[in-house]
């Protein structure tokens, strides 16, 4: 990979021949774990300036340049999370010249709080080509990364790493994109007023604010004709615009029309017949890949990670490749193609817990190489890992064309379906009621579509050894089970962000740089001196850190989170505060005081502090800075995915304490929402 300073510069087609389309991915990392920015891009014309608010990229945008460039979201990394975006650089428009990437931050957090600011680039195979580390980024709320720039009809990236102090509202203007002047002058407001939340009239647009500039149909600096002048209506009004309708799940269900409750309702995709496991892939296959072509926003979800263009694509099942004495029948094949250029995949898939063959792989591998296919994707119930592939392969380096091979889970293409059908929306009806069929069948008992479901043949062995405590550090199958536990915690991140519409990451607690797989034997070496499985999940929204942690000694459960105490008030008005937003939480909830220093508070379950709140006060009048919340449950001992068994037990532990705890408490600040955060108009 090559490592660029500051300033430099480098041709892509001179790292690698897969350049038509690139993945860039922005990481960071923070001693808390807590530390978030949000992405955003900027195509600007050959004047530096955006030609219209067309060309403005960020969460409530992520599809700009006719679909050239996407935003995937975040993906849990070694170091904690990567945000990644998709780049199509064949099908960027002509008049683009260069593609700013930058990120921001908002409440008053700056980049110098956050490590190992850095970006990646990768190409269209997979393969890692340049890598930017940023360093002293210092007190800026806004950071552009680097550059993507046409020179002599070719690509190249220019590594910048330049801060704003201004914010995302200075990065924007300085590139054409208008700021409300109502909001400048609410901000301003506010500012001399002493506020620090914002008004749901008029977000602010200013320095450190989640809410990005809003851009008006006309921006001050154009390329092109501007959009013709919004209604008076809207030029009026001072609450930012919101995106295009787009079609959801109704959040009420309409009343059958059936007589009774046994009747069923007609499927497009039944499942209640499948009776083998070739059955259930065959269909799987079938259902996912006309799905995936028939709904673009689907199909471009699950497909813009692996390096396929935004293009018009065709799926198929079934297909005979020549290979060898006998011809090969992968599960399937997809197809995009994108100004006169054609990206293809071939698809093997397996459902109901089957384990991915190698043989089978690599022959697809062959192929692939053979036949100029870009990927190989496999799926199944399996979560891969960083660092770790799912399925050894050989790949010939002495061969020209490269070919990328990808893994996705069908947990992934349950979180996938359920962001766009209950939370973000597709373009019409009909594509939302293939979205919502889909769901059924791939959620159906029958299907074989249910995501990680055995913890291993490790799993017996670790809990016995601990039980006895005659598991030595070292042994391969505690290694075995904390892979399994990944996976576990990755796939529970994926069902919860699915429901909640919420960035749902896990946060990864290891020192800066250190290998997946060394991180991994360090949990394994852990698991055999304490017992207990941790892990750290971060829901958007929330005020703190989601823990669970399973003790294999006790056979227990805990589910907790530590949330800070408010900065204004009394004590005994802090502790009745929180009583009161916790009372239809359960009664066996502990409550644990967090004070300042070395020394542990006051602690007790809800029921018997909700008549006494000032019993979780320090008695020696130590400074109260949090609270812990715990609940205490038993674990399922059983490997596989049965009801008694240890997946149902964390699976029900953690959506418990989400509902019935997280969810009561107040947010630590105002965040945007995805029905109300403010669009490029």
Known sequence: MHEMSKGANVGLAALSEDIGSVMVGLGWSSDTGEGDADVSVLLLDANGKVRSDVDFCFYNNPVVGNGSVQLLGKTPTADGSEDRISFDLDAVPPGIERIVISASRYDGSRFGDLNDLRLTLADSAGEGLVRFAVEDAGAVSALIFGELYRR??????????????????????????????DAEEEAARQQAAGEDREQPDAPSAGTGSRTPPRVPAQPSVVAEPAAQEPPAAAQRSSRPRTAKKKVTLPGITKKSLAENDSWRTARLFPASALKSDRERET???????????????????????????????????EVSLPHGDSPRRPDGVIRVERAGKLWTALVETKTNGSALKPDQVQAYMDIAAR?????????????ALEGS????????????????????????VVHQAQMLIRHEGVGNAAHAWLLQELLHYLQHENSGCHGFQNMGSAWVPVRRGIDDETLCQGDPRALEVIESWERLVRQVCLRLGGELGQKVLPVQRTRRGVDPRVRRAELADHLCAE?????????????????VSADLRTGKLRTSIEVPAPEQGYPLSRAKRLIRQLEAAPADLHIETLVDGDGTGPRGTLERLRPEP???LPKDGAQIVGFRLSLFKGMGSGRGNAESGFIRSVDAAVDRFHANVVARLEAPAPRRTRADAPTAV
Do not use: C
């Open 614 to 616: 000032a019993d979780i």
């Open 389 to 412: 592939a799912l399925v050894d392969v050989r790949v010939d380096g002495r061969r020209k064309h490269k070919v990328a091979l990808w893994h996705l889970s069908w947990a992934e």
């Open 531 to 547: 017992g207990r499985l941790n892990a750290d999940i971060r829901i958007e929204g929330t005020p703190g850190i989601l823990a």
């Open 371 to 383: 036949r100029g296919y870009e990927a190989v994707i496999t799926l199944s119930n399996d979560v």
């Open 283 to 317: 269909r799987a296959t079938s259902v996912v890949l006309s799905v995936m072509a028939q709904v673009p926003e689907f199909g471009r979800r699950l497909t813009a990670a692996f390096g396929a263009p935004a293009g018009r694509m065709e799926t198929f099942t």
């Open 152 to 181: 002599s009809g070719e690509w190249k990236f220019r590594a910048v790493g330049e801060g704003y102090a201004s914010g995302l509202a200075g990065l924007a203007t300085d590139f054409g994109v208008d700021i409300d002047d």
